[in-house]
């Protein structure tokens, strides 16, 4: 498995749409917490988007793993594999 920089933008999701998905959006995001799919998350400031670190075998599979999320038909989304460097602090 590698890592995974994901930059997810949200676009075409009314508010309406987003508060009904919410529930099981969040339900969904947790799920792949709880089986390291998803290692970090951090939501956009503007609420625009989110960006997380993911475990994924290439970018397909990275799709393949985000498709069960209900925001997925509004997700615009950019891949990016990365490497963590160790700092001498941890």
Do not use: C, W
């Amino acid at each position: 498995m590698k890592k995974f920089m994901v930059d997810i933008l949200l676009e075409g999701l009314d508010n309406s749409t987003r508060r009904e998905l919410l529930p099981k959006e969040q339900e969904q995001v947790k799920a792949l917490e709880l089986n390291g799919t998803i290692v970090d998350s951090f939501i956009k400031l503007d609420m625009s988007g989110i960006y997380m670190v993911i475990m994924a075998q290439d970018s397909e599979d990275v799709h393949a793993k985000l498709s069960t999320l209900p925001y997925y038909p509004y997700m615009k989304i950019k891949v990016v594999p990365i490497r963590v460097i160790n700092s001498v602090n941890q």
